[in-house]
């Protein structure tokens, strides 16, 4: 069982920029391919960056090529999302997901998730 724990979030102002991180329980996190899902109002959660065990692989949704960046630090077992030029939207709640161990970015099916944090993006 892996426990995830988001932070970071907040209020901010367009153009601004922002950093969520996400803490992993478990000794085995390297191993684990990890991903951000942002909420909408809408209610449905679209992933927007994915990274691979090893942090040589990632993905992002186009909606945030370029703006967003995944890392990760094993040492500490955790992932963080640097989000840059953030644009005005609805609060959104965006939610650390870890995969199946060994998997890869391209294969991430989201095993485990966090409670969410909450960003909103309004002048």
């Known amino acids: 069982q892996i426990h995830l724990v988001e932070s970071g979030g907040g209020l901010v102002h367009p153009g601004e920029s922002l950093t969520l991180s996400c803490r992993a329980s478990?000794?085995?996190?390297?191993?684990?391919?990890m991903a951000w899902y942002r909420q909408g109002p809408s209610m449905q959660r679209d992933r927007i960056a994915a990274?691979?065990?090893?942090?040589?692989?990632?993905d992002y949704d186009a909606s945030v090529e370029g703006r967003f960046t995944i890392s990760r630090d094993n040492a500490k077992n955790m992932v963080f999302l640097h989000m840059e030029d953030l644009n005005p939207e609805a609060p959104a709640v965006y939610f650390c997901?870890?995969?199946?161990?060994?998997?890869?970015?391209?294969?991430?099916?989201?095993?485990?998730w966090g409670q969410g944090t909450q960003v909103t993006v309004s002048s």
């Open positions: 990274i691979n065990g090893a942090g040589s692989d990632t």
């Open positions: 997901s870890a995969g199946q161990t060994y998997s890869t970015v391209a294969a991430f099916i989201p095993n485990y």
């Open positions: 478990g000794s085995t996190f390297f191993l684990l391919p």
